[in-house]
């Protein structure tokens, strides 16, 4: 069974809050230490974004998005278990940022439909 929209949202900004958890723990700030010049840069600006995103969804209205969640889920759901399944192992800081990157990109079309 399809998940309903408003489960959909909260399972989305679950894992937004995941990233930002992941990406502000000493694990991962350790990690960043001896990351290339390009991923410090990646994790900064998808921790900044993640704020801001986690920010949005709070504050919009199921009913102003509903119908780009719908039409955005099957995208939404990959992109959830991709980040789900990157945070899992933070060995490999390349996966878990191109996991953040996508799961941005998609909270930021659903966003889009909408004026912040």
Do not use: F, H
Not at 1 to 11: P, V
């Amino acid at each position: 069974m399809a998940d309903s929209t408003q489960e959909l949202k909260d399972k989305t900004l679950a894992q937004l809050e995941a990233l930002r958890n992941t990406l502000a723990s000493t694990e991962w700030q350790t990690r960043m230490i001896s990351a290339s010049p390009e991923q410090k840069q990646q994790s900064s600006d998808a921790r900044i974004l993640a704020d801001a995103r986690i920010a949005q969804l709070e504050n919009v209205q199921l009913g102003e998005i509903d119908q780009q969640i719908d039409a955005d889920a099957p995208a939404l759901n990959d992109a959830i278990a991709g980040m789900q399944s990157a945070l899992g192992d933070l060995k490999d800081a390349a996966k878990v940022l191109a996991a953040a990157s996508a799961l941005l990109k998609i909270v930021g079309r659903v966003l889009a439909s909408i004026a912040l």
